[in-house]
Structures are given as structure tokens and as C-alpha cells.
């Protein structure tokens, strides 16, 4: 098993950055996809990210493609979302899950591929 625990959030200007960490436990990460994702007030959580055992692939939702960045370091057991040009429709609570299944591309997002393994979430609010 993995613990995951997500770091990074807070209050940002529209068109800001901002850069989440995500921290997990256990001697076996490397083995895990790790994916980013979000629920605003309301809605449903959505798939945001996420990066492959190696970080050799990755893959964004539509809607971040171009402002977000994941990436990965399994020599500290961490992931994280840079995110930048932010926009208030980005305000939400950000998840960082893992799971054993290997994939890539397209396949580490939902429904190929189910996160096992989630965190409590950190919020990020984008202000107008």
C-alpha cells in the first residue's frame, strides 16, 4: 500500500501559479501511477493529471493542457502539479491518487485505469 499526502495548496490571483506536492510513503512508489485530481464545490471530481511508474508518459485533461505540468521524483517518493495561468474555474480541492496498474498515455486516465489509493486533498482557490 501507499499513504499520500498532498501539500501546496492555497489563495492565488487569477493568472498565478501555484505548485502542488504530493508526498507518499512506502518503499514500492515506483511502482505506482500517480494521478492528479480535483473537486470544485458542487461538481464531481474530475481527472486533472498523471504520470507513469517511470514518468516516461503523462497526460492532461483538456482543460489544463498547456498551464499544467506533472511530474515525479522516486528517489524522495513524491509527485506534483505545477500549475500556472491560473483561473478561477481551477478553484477546487486537489487529490493526488496512485495506483499499481501500469499504463500510459490516455490509459492513466479514468475509467482504463482505477486510482486505489487517494489523499485527503488540499484546497486551491483562484481568485478573480
Known amino acids: 500500500q501507499v499513504q499520500l499526502v498532498e501539500s501546496g495548496g492555497g489563495l492565488v490571483q487569477a493568472g498565478g501559479s501555484l505548485r502542488l506536492s504530493c508526498a507518499a510513503s512506502g518503499r514500492t512508489f515506483r511502482s505506482y501511477a500517480v494521478g492528479w485530481f480535483r473537486q470544485a464545490p458542487g461538481k464531481e471530481r474530475e481527472f486533472v493529471s498523471a504520470?507513469?511508474?517511470?514518468?516516461?508518459?503523462?497526460y492532461y485533461a483538456d482543460s489544463v493542457k498547456g498551464r499544467f505540468t506533472i511530474s515525479r521524483d522516486n528517489v524522495i517518493n513524491a509527485a506534483y502539479l505545477q500549475m500556472n495561468s491560473l483561473i478561477p474555474e481551477d478553484t477546487a480541492v486537489y487529490y493526488c491518487?496512485?495506483?499499481?496498474?501500469?499504463?500510459?498515455?490516455?490509459?492513466?486516465?479514468?475509467?482504463?485505469?482505477?486510482?486505489?489509493?487517494w489523499g485527503r486533498g488540499t484546497q486551491v482557490t483562484v481568485s478573480s
Open positions: 491518487a496512485a495506483t499499481r496498474t501500469y499504463a500510459s498515455g490516455s490509459y492513466l486516465a479514468p475509467p482504463s485505469v482505477n486510482y486505489d489509493f
Open positions: 504520470i507513469s511508474w517511470t514518468g516516461g508518459s503523462t
